[in-house]
């Protein structure tokens, strides 16, 4: 018997998220600065006698009362990549779903990155990233993304991705009302409110040194926010209350949400408004801890 291979997916959040233009396939062209946590789902690979997958977790009975273990990223992850290397995938697939579901976190693309790595891994292909790649692309645009812990600047339809570092470590608060939204319905609100695209920064660079925060916590934005806003009274709230603890040094919301987050550069002033947020709503997932930098 092989041993159990077990890989972290982690969140991944949009710092900013600029919708620059669109093409005229309909595809949006964006600008975005990804950061990723430590902490998230887990994939657990072991030995079996057909493929076999289990969700357990906080979030499980969300996926599974979808539907989930039919079509979920982690099996067809697992299924591409055995067919990559010609085996067939004799696998026991455990996720444990530790992230909300549909959240603008990454968790679906998260998962599948990590499957595609423990795989990897279990078989001892030793394939560098960039094979990891080839098909992780065929599973989601974002999916390749995640095949890396550090932070990425993102352009294109997400297809251009450069590693950047960030000036230093931050620590994050999730925070996530537990309700679903739609991408398709905040794409329609955002185009039906007239806001112009907004104006790429065109470069890198700006990531690095003293140029960061005053970009991030002055110039940047999620395009999305305010549709989703409008949408989604929980987003407001969430967004609310994480300001108004005036100890954050910026808010904004992930993705297409409802996952707002805040970032802090003292892990226990985190977790101290992390208590804040509980006690104000127990109903909110919450989540605290440091990103890759």
């Known amino acids: 018997m092989r041993e159990m291979i077990e890989v972290s997916a982690p969140a991944k959040i949009n710092l900013f ?13 964006l600008e975005s600065l990804f950061a990723f946590t430590q902490q998230g789902d887990v994939i657990r690979i072991s030995e079996a006698e057909h493929l076999s997958f289990k969700i357990t977790g906080p979030f499980a009975g969300v996926l599974t009362s979808a539907g989930g273990d039919q079509e979920n990223l982690v ?27 549909a959240a603008g976190i990454g968790g679906g693309s998260a998962d599948a990155a990590a499957t595609l790595i423990a795989l990897n891994e279990y078989w001892k292909c030793g394939f560098e990233r960039k094979h990891l790649e080839d098909i992780a692309l065929t599973l989601g645009a974002d999916v390749p993304a995640c095949l890396y812990p550090h932070p990425l600047y993102v352009t294109g339809i997400g297809e251009n991705v450069e590693q950047v570092s960030l000036p230093k470590p931050y620590t994050v608060l999730l925070v996530n009302p537990g309700v679903g939204v739609s991408t398709p319905e905040i794409f329609k609100a ?26 991030l916590f002055e110039q940047s934005q999620n395009t999305l926010q305010k549709p989703a806003e409008k949408l989604c009274v929980e987003v407001s709230r969430v967004l609310e209350k994480l300001t108004s603890l005036n100890t954050a040094d910026y808010v904004a919301m992930s993705g297409s949400g409802a996952t707002c987050f805040a970032l802090f550069s003292d892990l226990n002033v985190a977790k101290d408004a992390e208590q804040i947020i509980r006690m104000y709503d127990r109903n909110w997932w919450t989540m605290v801890d440091q990103l890759h930098s």
Do not use: W
Request: proline fraction near 3%; charged fraction near 30%; aromatic fraction near 10%.
């Open 17 to 29: 998220l600029h919708i620059v233009g669109r093409r005229d396939d309909g595809y949006h062209l």
């Open 75 to 101: 099996v067809r992850a697992a299924r591409a990549f055995a067919k990559e290397v010609g085996l067939e995938a004799n696998l026991e697939i455990e996720l444990e779903k530790n992230l909300p579901v």
């Open 190 to 215: 955002f185009h039906a409110s007239g806001d112009d695209f907004d104006t790429s920064i065109g470069s890198s660079g700006v990531f690095e040194g003293e140029k960061f925060e005053p970009f």
